[in-house]
């Protein structure tokens, strides 16, 4: 993950309390509920020009920052959802 990755995350987790974004990160149990993914969603696209494809917008791929990290890196580069993580 890239740090503006991080830091666009940071305001859509209100747990987070200052801790570091990591991979593993948890972003439901870190305050992202469904209002706040969809914003989040706008967010990324805006903020990085890339756009999940409606097959990545699901609970898997915002179940942490790295599964919503490797969907936005698919999307950057026009990969198929389906990889081996």
Partial sequence: ????????????LPYLNGRQ???ES?????????MKAID????????????LPDEDLNDSTF???GS????V??????EPTKVNV
């Fill in 26 to 34: 948890r972003l439901h149990d870190l305050g992202l509920n469904s």
């Fill in 1 to 12: 993950m890239n740090q503006t990755f991080q830091d666009l995350l940071v305001p859509y």
């Fill in 40 to 51: 989040l969603l706008f967010t990324i696209e805006d903020e990085l020009g890339v756009s």
């Fill in 21 to 23: 974004v990591t991979e």
């Fill in 63 to 65: 179940a942490t920052a």
């Fill in 73 to 78: 890196q698919r999307a950057s580069v026009g």
């Fill in 68 to 71: 919503l990290w490797r969907a």
